[in-house]
């Protein structure tokens, strides 16, 4: 590393840093995160503004009343009228004509949808829902509910047992969980918490390496299709001119998780929310940098070859792929963080960063499986250094016809 190498960094950060896009992006980025956390959960749990007809073909003639009398006083829109007005569709005595009724008040839009109540309900508990939209689980969570404490109630009368003395035995039980360290140390810890941990540790990894990687292709690409690098390397060697663009576009990075650090970190004091741990916090951010440098290599090897932007968006998302997976992994780690599939993957460069993220706030992984696994990473991104300061060298120059995986072997081989 030498003085070139860090004149280099300071003129890439420099020139990034004061751009509109980065400056628009620092602060876009974080609002659309938390719309993205916060406005699903705010919708679905927006109540209705109007009421809504849901219709009953009951053919066991016990659940409509008592179904209609809970639901309509249990839910209540804003302005003290009942959420749902139930209507009793059986009035003809035939379950076929009666429900070829619904059908046509459902298709009509005068029925949000209406529920089938067969004779065999008692018994088997099967029940019908239909309507335009079925995946309103909201009207379906409720209505199933309330059913079922209806036909137990029914159960309770046919068998003679008090149905009020039964609510009164039956006790709810709120189960408290309690993370015990590896010093036998109690912390009470929730799913939701450990979830959370989980994910910001992967977001500031996946944004980290996907938002300055792609910069370091872009900036190469621009700086071939413009003949800039040709005046570039007569001042510095190309090794400067690599290690100068990776230290540039870090530090671009690590502004960034800086930031958005700091608004997390704003965010969980306000909401006293026991998110940041700081030993799960310093091993994040050793497998963070550790794996960006990683990615940051297999940027460099990947896209220096490249001449046209197409090619760029190309290798930009098969690398994103290997960053993306471990999403699919998730509820794997998250159940059982130290079961033999999910060890090995730690020791996958291409995985170690986010698998080993995953696993820190869940079970703390043995010290051997951390020194191990930051050992295995770290000899990676050096060997992976090595490979893209030797295809960054001949392949900044080349122009034209894309290499084949061949003659990128034997650009590694050549002294």
């Not at 300071?10 to 990034?16: C, G, P, Q, S």
């Not at 009666?98 to 018994?123: C, H, K, Q, W």
């Amino acid at each position: 590393m030498t003085a070139k190498a860090f004149e280099v960094a300071y003129w890439e950060f420099m020139e990034k840093v004061k751009s509109k896009a980065f400056i628009v992006s620092l602060i876009l980025m974080p609002v659309i995160i938390v719309a993205m956390a916060l406005l699903p959960a705010l919708l679905v749990g927006k109540e209705d503004e109007e009421q809504l007809a849901i219709g009953v073909v009951d053919e066991t003639g016990i659940v409509v009343d008592p179904l209609s009398k809970k639901v309509e006083t249990q839910y209540l829109l804003s302005n003290g009228q009942a959420n749902y007005l139930i209507r009793n569709l059986r009035t003809t005595g035939s379950s076929e004509l009666d429900r070829a009724t619904a059908n046509a008040m459902v298709a009509s839009g005068e029925l949000e949808g209406y529920f089938y109540i067969p004779r065999s309900a008692v018994d088997s508990g099967l029940v019908e829902y239909r309507a335009k939209n079925v995946g309103n689980f909201k009207i379906q969570e409720r209505f199933t509910r309330t059913i079922q404490n209806v036909l137990q109630e029914s159960r309770y009368a046919a068998a003679g047992v008090d149905a009020n003395l039964i609510r009164k035995l039956r006790t709810n039980i709120d189960v408290r969980t309690i993370k015990v360290s590896e010093r036998g140390e109690e912390q009470e810890s929730g799913f939701g918490e450990t979830f959370v941990s989980v994910y910001i540790g992967l977001l500031m990894i996946i944004f980290m390496v996907l938002t300055s990687g792609q910069l370091l292709v872009r900036s190469v690409l621009e700086e071939k299709s413009n003949r800039v690098i040709e005046v570039l390397l007569s001042s510095c060697s190309s090794q400067d001119l690599m290690a100068g663009k990776i230290l540039g576009l870090s530090g671009l990075g690590i502004l960034q998780m800086t930031v958005y650090g700091l608004i997390g970190f704003a965010f969980a004091l306000k909401t006293n929310t026991n998110v940041f741990v700081p030993e799960y916090l310093i091993l994040t951010l050793v497998y963070a940098m550790l794996g960006y440098l990683f990615y940051a290599a297999i940027f460099v090897a990947a896209g220096s070859p490249v001449t046209t932007e197409q090619e760029a968006q190309q290798i930009t998302a098969y690398i994103s792929m290997f960053l993306v997976a471990p999403f699919a992994l998730m509820m794997l780690v998250l159940q059982n963080p130290n079961s033999t599939i999910v060890k090995v993957l730690s020791f996958i460069p291409f995985l170690t960063p986010t698998v080993m993220v995953m696993r820190i706030p869940i079970q703390m992984p043995s010290m051997w499986e951390i020194l191990a696994t930051i050992v295995t990473l770290a000899l990676s991104t050096v060997v992976m250094m090595w490979v893209a300061g030797k295809i960054f060298r001949i392949a900044i120059l080349s122009y034209g016809k894309r290499p084949s995986l061949q003659e990128l072997w034997m650009w590694v081989r050549r002294t």
